[in-house]
């Protein structure tokens, strides 16, 4: 029994590492893409940017995740997009919305001294960002990014909403309604285990990091 559990439970898990590695894929540079839209000069491209990011950012993932299924289908007769793709696609762009936040902050904190004086030393803008920006900024964001991307492994229990088959929802379907309680909480320490190994992993970038000293 314990050994059929454990199976079943891996197959659920590789779908929710599957969400977890197609979102950061997609999120980490389409949040930088729209932190450069929040921040840019022309009103007409910060404006809308910021208002779908507060969007996004002021309801919760499991709202925009049944919008984004049924909502086509419901306002326009469309055939919507598979389950799958629409946990990613939701995911993507919530997580984006969020990662540009801490891009934006990450760029604002640097003091614009720094980029004036690249300039006086006849550098230019590429190389003020690579030589002298960005591994400030990179230290600067990597606790904050790292506790988003702790918070995206638990978040994928939420793809269960419309039956895509993670591990929580493979762990209710199959067991839970048939009254085996042990199996749900089972799944607790597959998701331990992988956040464990992301803290190490955060903790390790952030040690290493420390050499840039600010």
């Not at 839970?176 to 749900?184: D, H, M, N, Q, T």
């Amino acid at each position: 029994m314990w050994w059929s559990v454990t199976v079943s439970l891996l197959e659920g898990f590789g779908v929710t590492c599957l969400i977890f590695l197609l979102t950061l894929l997609i999120a980490l540079p389409l949040g930088l893409v729209i932190s450069f839209g929040s921040t840019s000069k022309y009103k007409a491209v910060s404006y809308p940017v910021k208002f779908l990011v507060w969007i996004v950012r002021g309801t919760p993932l499991m709202l925009q995740i049944l919008i984004f299924f049924y909502a086509p289908g419901l306002l326009f007769g469309w055939h919507g997009m598979e389950r799958f793709t629409t946990i990613i696609v939701a995911f993507s762009i919530n997580y984006a919305c969020y990662f540009s936040e801490i891009y934006r902050s990450g760029f604002q904190s640097v003091p614009r001294g720094q980029y004036e004086a690249g300039q006086v030393l006849g550098m230019t803008k590429t190389q003020i960002f690579f030589r002298v920006v960005l591994f400030q900024v990179v230290r600067r964001i990597l606790p904050p990014m790292g506790n988003e991307i702790i918070t995206l492994v638990k978040d994928t229990s939420l793809a269960r909403i419309i039956t895509v088959q993670e591990i929580l929802q493979i762990a209710f379907s199959r067991y839970v309604s048939k009254g085996i309680i042990w199996p749900l909480f089972y799944t607790g320490a597959f998701y331990l285990i992988f956040v464990g190994i992301l803290t190490v992993i955060f903790h390790f970038l952030e040690k290493k990091m420390s050499y840039y000293k600010i």
